[in-house]
């Protein structure tokens, strides 16, 4: 059976802090994992990523693949509050069918 | 920002009731899909759509469940009889867009909160 695990499951820590979000995954015809943010409604994309080794960065957040390993992790760096939601790791395969992991709460406190 | 819109917001239906939860993709978009959220509990992919048919659908997705896109413009899910356990946020999606040159990405509509008692 195909699934996508989390780690860990919540996380809280201090503004400025740096969080490291884990997502690993067992899915046949693997060909993308998308990294999303879901705060009190519809989760908003934050990365896609196809190719191992190459990071994806937008501003404090990054994301690397490893397809080797079968994982992938979310970096924030200086965490602030407004970072506080559920961040959801997903794996698309071919047949455009989507397998979601339950997700990393992280709180960040100021 | 293209966006993808649902309707309505909060539906709230008796059990065995049919309910219709409608959903606007972003134009030229060519996937649509379906997904629930049970509060507390992880996003479950239901079904995905192409070239006006089913291209996959989950265990969850069983004879209860269809979906139509009736007018080039919406995209319908529909729950013939409902159960409590139906009681969900419904979320749906649209992804590639054929020629926009930016990364694909799969856009989330808002939500509709279904509350079957």
């Known amino acids: 059976e195909d699934k996508v695990v989390q780690s860990p499951l919540s996380l809280v820590v201090h503004e400025g802090d740096t969080v490291t979000l884990n997502c690993s995954y067992e899915v046949t015809n693997f060909r993308s994992l998308l990294w999303y943010k879901q705060e009190k409604k519809a989760p908003t994309f934050l990365f896609m990523l196809t190719s191992s080794g190459i990071e994806k960065k937008s501003g404090r957040l990054s994301s690397i693949l490893d397809k080797k390993e079968l994982s992938s992790i979310l970096n924030i760096t200086a965490t602030q509050t407004g970072d506080s939601a559920i961040y959801l790791c997903?794996?698309?395969?071919?047949?455009?069918?989507?397998?979601f992991g339950t997700g990393t709460s992280l709180t960040v406190i100021p | 920002e293209p966006e993808v819109t649902q309707t309505p917001s909060h539906q709230v239906t008796q059990m065995g009731q049919e309910v219709i939860l409608r959903c606007v993709p972003i134009?030229?978009?060519?996937?649509f899909y379906w997904y629930r959220q049970i509060l507390g509990q992880k996003v479950e992919f239901l079904v995905s759509?192409?070239?006006?048919?089913?291209?996959?659908k989950s265990e969850i997705f069983d004879d209860q469940f269809s979906v139509e896109r009736p007018d080039g413009s919406n995209f319908t899910l529909k729950i013939r009889s409902t159960k409590l356990e139906d009681s969900a946020m419904y979320f749906c999606?649209?992804?590639?867009?054929?020629?926009?040159?930016?990364?694909?990405?799969?856009?989330f509509g808002p939500g509709t909160r279904l509350t079957v008692l």
């Open positions: 997903a794996v698309e395969a071919t047949g455009n069918q989507f397998y």
């Open positions: 999606a649209s992804y590639r867009h054929p020629t926009s040159g930016r990364p694909d990405t799969q856009y």
């Open positions: 134009s030229n978009h060519l996937y």
């Open positions: 759509f192409y070239n006006n048919e089913i291209s996959e």
